[in-house]
């Protein structure tokens, strides 16, 4: 099955941004929907965002006009575009596919702090 690596998390102030990776093994230009998920400390894993083959996305309401999710399937890579961060935004991200979810990967950190 593919395995999925992120990457470009770290620590930000209230505002900034971060730009998200997801590295995936095989191909990803078969699977229809890849998307992001977050999972806070103390708190339950939640999607984020997704995104069809046809590059089309969906957002949780907690990051529409802020978040912007995009894939390159020439390069087996799916980004997460995070603008205007906030505290509640700070969490461990993960990226899988979507809803035939594969195993977890490590995710990246992101952490929003002044």
């Known amino acids: 099955q593919v395995q999925l690596v992120e990457s470009g998390g770290g620590l930000v102030q209230p505002g900034g941004s971060l730009r998200l990776s997801c590295a995936a093994s095989?191909?990803?230009?078969?699977?229809?929907?890849m998307g992001w998920f977050r999972q806070a400390p103390g708190k339950q894993r939640e999607w984020v965002a997704t995104?069809?083959?046809?590059?089309?996305?969906s957002y949780a309401d907690s990051v529409k006009g802020r978040f912007t999710i995009s894939r390159d399937n020439a390069k087996n890579t799916v980004y997460l575009q995070m603008n205007s961060l906030e505290p509640e935004d700070t969490a461990t991200y993960y990226c899988?596919?979507?809803?035939?979810?594969?195993?977890w990967g490590q995710g990246t950190q992101v952490t929003v702090s002044s």
């Open positions: 899988n596919r979507y809803p035939f979810l594969v195993g």
């Open positions: 095989t191909s990803i230009s078969s699977i229809y929907v």
């Open positions: 995104i069809t083959n046809g590059g089309s996305p």
